[in-house]
């Protein structure tokens, strides 16, 4: 079956502007995280949603970071004033339940902030 | 804030040679995850350790745990050239939330050369 797909995969942004990321799941996993992984570095957590409810957002850098899960499948990581610091690859991976379930990951979207 | 500490950062082999991957993290865990990433592609899900166990394998690869020194190791026998890729170790601590967040390392950069 398909995996985890993200779009768009690639994103060029102006300091200031506004992006949003979106995220398609396994069909029927539950769980679903988004991860921030910096240029050499391992992902870091960012948040995490069970079906549509948002559990943990401690790992999100700012107010200036959004994420939702509206109907318990897609969902969007919006970002909003785009900063250099942004820049990015930006992971989301789903779960089928809870754990120890694997995390299956998508492909990622890089962000670069101009 | 990463709780893992992969070592070494980078190793280069020789295909055929085996390749080992240490891994060092801070606190309590109930399981211990590798993931394997491809140049600019997504995490691949390698093995799973849980806190009981000492030693697993799958394939080629044989991971041990030692939660009293906190550590793990990741050997790749019989290297291939397609082992190259960056591998990350991520820890499970399970929290209150019954999700698991993954804290992950900075991952070692591995190279086969033909």
């Known amino acids: 079956g398909a995996g985890v797909s993200q779009s768009p995969r690639y994103k060029v942004a102006k300091r200031g502007q506004d992006v949003a990321l979106r995220c398609d799941p396994i069909?029927?996993?539950?769980?679903l995280f988004w991860y921030q992984q910096a240029l050499g570095q391992g992902p870091e957590f960012l948040t995490y949603?069970?079906?549509?409810?948002?559990?943990?957002k401690s790992g999100l850098p700012s107010d200036r970071f959004f994420a939702e899960r509206p109907e318990g499948s897609v969902s969007t990581l919006k970002i909003q004033r785009t900063q250099q610091e942004d820049s990015a690859v930006y992971l989301c991976?789903?779960?089928?339940?809870?754990?120890?379930?694997?995390?299956?990951f998508g492909p990622g979207t890089r962000l670069l902030v101009l | 804030s990463q709780q893992g500490e992969e070592d070494p950062q980078a190793l280069s082999i020789q295909e055929g040679e085996n390749a080992t991957m240490n891994c060092s993290y801070k606190?309590?865990?109930?399981?211990l995850q590798w993931y394997r990433q491809n140049s600019g592609r997504g995490l691949v899900h390698l093995i799973l350790?849980?806190?009981?166990?000492r030693e697993k394998h799958s394939g080629r690869l044989r991971v041990t745990l030692d939660t009293s020194k906190k550590s793990s190791s990741l050997l790749i026998t019989a290297s291939r050239a397609a082992d190259t890729a960056s591998y990350f170790c991520?820890?499970?601590?399970?929290?209150?939330?019954?999700?698991?967040?993954?804290?992950f390392g900075a991952g070692t950069r591995l190279a086969v050369h033909p």
């Open positions: 350790i849980r806190s009981n166990e």
């Open positions: 069909s029927g996993h539950v769980s």
């Open positions: 991976a789903s779960s089928l339940k809870g754990p120890p379930e694997t995390q299956y």
């Open positions: 949603f069970q079906n549509e409810a948002q559990l943990d």
């Open positions: 606190t309590s865990i109930n399981n």
């Open positions: 991520a820890t499970d601590a399970g929290f209150s939330g019954g999700y698991n967040k993954l804290i």
